[in-house]
């Protein structure tokens, strides 16, 4: 599929060129790439919020062509879960409870079933009771998002899709959310479509990786495979995690690994059988 904004007018702006890809069911997929590269175009056509301007998707069963109508995907919109940046900004309820229920009451839920749901997914997005009758603008940065999400997570949704989740975060929220994201994919069985410039956090938490740039797919393959290619992420002016680099520069001094780690754990998980028997030799 592609997308062209402003088609015809001296604007028009080729975002997404031809792409194809497939996103398994209940997988965590991360969509990286440098600004402008065209995550967010490609993000907003997975429920339907944009539509390809050639090509087509079908996402749950659910085909999205030029032509489809937006009253054509009702169904979709309920199933793929969309948090923008900042999702935050779209609370408006009186108390977090109604904004969570917002949504499920909109769709025919009765008034006692909706606040059932949003109690549920207060829970589950771990906002403390004591906050569930409070004005949602009295809360901390990161707890207005989990308000947010959860007003998404009242729909059911089977994928979730998420656009820079984590920006404006200070470092316990961001690795926080990170965790929540997680056992949502692990616990609760979502799809998670992530689209992240945080090169940690797509080897902590995704299995499947997606890179953009200037609007083509460059790269569709695992985290493992990505990070081992140090010089292809360097010549696409992407970094690597830190731990990655850490070992990269470890391996560039004489210290050979079968496969560069991904994460702090498989990292000293390699390392201390070393360091143990340096510890040996020395004493
Ligand atoms: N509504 C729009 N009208 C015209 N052009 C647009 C529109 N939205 C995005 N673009 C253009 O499409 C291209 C891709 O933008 P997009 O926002 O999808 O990139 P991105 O990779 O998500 O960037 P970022 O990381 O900054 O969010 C950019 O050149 C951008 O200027």
Redesign the pocket.
């Known amino acids: 599929m592609s997308h062209t904004?402003?088609v015809g007018t001296p604007?028009e702006?080729?975002?997404?060129k031809e792409v194809s890809f497939e996103i398994k069911n209940q997988s965590f997929t991360a969509i990286v790439?440098?600004?402008?590269?065209?995550?967010?175009?490609?993000?907003?056509h997975l429920n339907g919020l944009l539509k390809p301007t050639s090509g087509y998707l079908t996402i749950n069963g659910h085909k999205i062509t030029p032509e489809t109508k937006n009253k054509e995907l009702g169904d979709l919109r309920q199933e793929v879960g969309f948090v923008f940046?900042f999702p935050e900004a779209q609370l408006f309820e009186e108390t977090v409870l109604k904004d969570i229920a917002f949504a499920p009451k909109n769709f025919g839920k009765s008034e006692a079933e909706a606040l059932e749901i949003a109690r549920e997914k207060a829970k589950l997005v771990k906002l403390p009771e004591a906050v569930l009758e409070r004005s949602p603008f009295e809360l901390s940065g990161g707890q207005m998002r989990r308000v947010a999400i959860a007003g998404i997570l009242a729909m059911s949704p089977k994928i979730l899709v998420l656009?820079?989740p984590t920006a404006g975060l200070d470092p316990v929220g961001r690795f926080e959310m990170m965790e929540l994201f997680k056992q949502l994919h692990q616990k609760e069985g979502l799809t998670i479509i992530l689209?992240t410039?945080q090169m940690n956090d797509v080897a902590n938490y995704a299995d499947h990786v997606l890179v953009?740039e200037e609007?083509q797919l460059i790269a569709d393959t695992t985290s493992k495979e990505l990070f081992s290619d140090p010089s292809w992420l360097k010549a696409h002016h992407l970094s690597l995690p830190q731990t990655t680099d850490f070992a990269y520069q470890l391996q560039q001094r004489g210290i050979s690994f079968e496969t560069l780690p991904l994460t702090e754990h498989e990292l000293a998980r390699f390392l201390a059988p070393k360091l143990n028997q340096r510890g040996k030799i020395d004493g």
């Open positions: 904004y402003q604007l702006e080729v975002a997404v790439g440098h600004t402008g590269s065209g995550k967010s175009t490609l993000l907003q940046q656009d820079e689209v410039h953009m609007g």
